[in-house]
């Protein structure tokens, strides 16, 4: 538990905004005033889209400490040993608010799959209880790989402040994203070179051009050229990696029209009419 480093992430401009407007309410000048306290949010979307790295983020932008709470590891083989982990989390989290309590693949944990002794039950009435009661300023941030597993007592509107869609990175969001993984690296290329990419990388989560990044920075390296990463090489190494949106594309569909009833975390694109020039562009560069 701790304030944590922020961790750069890019795009995800709605949801930036809508917690900004928040950060006020867990001052005590909007207690006394008696504003309600922020209950929290869901983040849902397909793995590698940087939902755990906005979790942390949250904390940050609401200028609060963080407490992870893993409730698969708090599952205990014990009769009522789950709930009495759950409860003294939660208590926790109680007597250090105003905080942000983040709960990571809470669908693995509050399913319900295979539970024959109520167990899931039992924690998730407990989780609700808690989140329908507490008043100290305790901000629950949920993340999700899958809302189709989570009981519908917890999806309900009015059950979190709102429910994001965090859905693959949008072209300009590629091209932050790519940015930033390469400066990790001290490499630097200029924007567009960065659009170039993006423009190729459309069903590339923010984990796998994550990868598609160090990948690059490492064949540089082999060739004995430390930091001068090419497009070519973003190219040679974006041909290696088939995208999770592409393997499993039937379920990034059913995510997408699970989104229908979420907010977007972020701004759509409309399709740019430079997308042809800048992929001539990027044919001519290699």
């Not at 998730?124 to 999700?144: D, K, P, Q, R, Y």
């Not at 290329?189 to 923010?206: D, Q």
């Not at 393997?247 to 972020?266: I, K």
């Amino acid at each position: 538990m701790g304030k944590p480093a922020t961790i750069p992430f890019g795009g995800l401009d709605l949801l930036r905004e809508w917690l900004t407007r928040r950060r006020r309410l867990f001052t005590q000048e909007a207690r006394s005033l008696s504003l309600p306290q922020p209950k929290g949010v869901l983040l849902a979307g397909p793995p590698g889209t940087g939902k755990s790295n906005c979790a942390k983020n949250i904390a940050t932008i609401l200028n609060l400490p963080l407490l992870q709470l893993d409730i698969a590891s708090l599952l205990g083989s014990l009769v009522g040993e789950s709930e009495g982990n759950v409860r003294r989390a939660l208590k926790t989290a109680q007597a250090i608010a105003p905080c942000v309590l983040w709960i990571d693949e809470i669908e693995k944990a509050l399913s319900g799959s295979g539970d024959t002794s109520g167990v899931s039950q039992r924690v998730l009435g407990n989780i609700l209880t808690f989140m329908s009661e507490s008043t100290s300023g305790v901000f629950v941030v949920a993340t999700c790989n899958d809302p189709s597993a989570l009981p519908s007592e917890l999806k309900r509107k009015g059950r979190f402040d709102e429910n994001f869609f965090v859905d693959l990175p949008t072209e300009p969001e590629r091209v932050q994203i790519l940015g930033i993984h390469l400066q990790r690296f001290g490499i630097h290329l200029e924007s567009e070179y960065l659009e170039a990419i993006a423009a190729s990388t459309a069903k590339f989560s923010g984990a796998e051009l994550e990868t598609l990044a160090s990948e690059a920075a490492l064949l540089a390296f082999d060739e004995g050229r430390p930091q001068q990463v090419t497009l070519a090489d973003l190219e040679t190494c974006r041909q290696t990696i088939t995208p999770l949106a592409i393997q499993d594309a039937a379920a990034v569909e059913r995510m997408q029209v699970w989104a229908s009833t979420a907010r977007r975390a972020s701004s759509p694109v409309v399709a740019a009419k430079t997308q042809s020039l800048r992929a001539a562009k990027f044919r001519n560069m290699n």
